[in-house]
């Protein structure tokens, strides 16, 4: 059963002001190497722990019980070992976790926005897991994307935790009214934009397409999978020594191309643009949208609204083919200074265990492990097996500065995107994304000289 949960579906401007306050404070704190790094540990580390695991976890990825159904089972099951689970708020859990840091007081685990982890450990305020992440038997099947988040300088400071990705969902009943094969979705940009113009023929308040033009979170979070199915990235290189990929970026300019043609020929509603994301998904819901690159996360509203049985789900495909989504989620965290982090481990590794990641998809959310693939999950999660067949080619940008350059009100991506799409200057936007990228990275001290 698919428990519904419409609130998360929605996705509002992100707010970071906060954030980046207490981000920046970060490299001044005093972070002890003592309990909590791995050089610390022991062979039985994270294997019959006792005592009390501390742990923090995002409202906006629990809205569906899904990290209160494993703290309750997990403590059901192990009697020496309690977890304790606290929610931190929305646009809240970074400026918690930093302030827990400085003062010393931090939790055991942490289930971290995965976009955040290479801030943390950046600054040293995590434990070095390496050893105990290389040692997971089903290490080659966990999340591509999550994990390389999770690595800095060759070590890892964390572990794939739960998926939220991006996919492509179509409207296979417009599909058969405008002569297109329902069960074969876009598969190109050329596909998605010829199929999207015989949609949209068919009149009467039907459109081809539709985005959230107003959220710059949104169209970074369901246009870079575009690039990826290529193996394009706009970030390059190592954190603290990156290069921005965008002036002669031909995939990047063809899938603003798309975007450009889609608006300018009106197969998308003109309140596309103003769509800052609190309404995103609502007119696919109402049978209305062909096409709609979005979250998976979407499926209870389409299920609530009765569309599930005219609406198919694909991956995002490239300019010409191969596909890829965001990688998008938590990752789990153990801060250094952490008082129990071998009862940390433990639960991290039981919930990383296939019997909990089986439950995953009825709760809205994908699993991290690809091994669990099966026919018999197909045939349980025919919607879900096609984001977590899709997550073994995801990615994320493992950079430090994703929020400024992406999500922030105003962000270089943004601008970017605002004057290609919107003003037709595919040209000149592809400049302004260069330099205001570059501006942020170095900014940061992540621009490589």
Known sequence: MTVTHPARRRWPKVVIAAVTAYITAVPALAVSAGAGTASAATSGFGVNATGTVQFWNRAATCQANLCKVLVDEFNATHKGLKVVLSLTTPNEAVAKLSTAIRAGAVPDVVGLNDINVPVFSREGALMDLT???NALPYKRYLSPGHLA??????RYYGVPYLAD??????????????GLNPNQPPTSFASILA????????????????????????????????????????????IGHQKVNIVGNGPLRQLLQLYRDIW????APANDQTDNGST??????????????????FLPGIQKAGMLADTGIAPL????????????????IIPKGAKNPSGAWEFITWVLQKAQQLIYPSHGYTPVRTDILTPSYYKANPYNAVALKALARGSAPVTTIYNAAF??????????FSQAVYKGDITGALQTGQSGFEAVARQAGDLAS
């Not at 988040?149 to 060759?154: C, M, P, S």
């Not at 990705?165 to 405008?178: G, H, I, R, T």
């Not at 300018?264 to 197969?267: G, I, P, V, Y």
């Not at 999500?407 to 970017?416: D, E, K, L």
């Open 131 to 133: 050893p105990y992440v």
């Open 149 to 154: 988040l999770a690595e800095y300088n060759g």
């Open 165 to 178: 990705l991006s996919v492509l969902w179509y409207n296979k009943k417009l599909f058969a009214q405008a």
């Open 195 to 238: 199929d999207a113009k015989k949609i949209q023929a068919l009149g009467h308040g039907v459109y081809g397409f539709s985005f959230a033009g107003d959220c710059q979170g949104c169209l970074g979070f369901v246009m870079q999978p575009d690039l990826w199915a290529v193996g394009d990235n706009l970030i390059e290189g190592p």
């Open 264 to 267: 300018a020929d009106k197969l």
């Open 280 to 297: 995103w998904g609502a007119d696919f819901e109402a049978g209305k949208i062909g096409i709609l690159p979005g979250a998976y996360g």
């Open 317 to 332: 495909p490239g300019p010409n083919g191969g596909y890829s989504t965001f990688d998008g989620g938590d990752d789990f």
């Open 407 to 416: 999500n922030a009100p105003g962000s270089p991506w943004y601008q970017m």
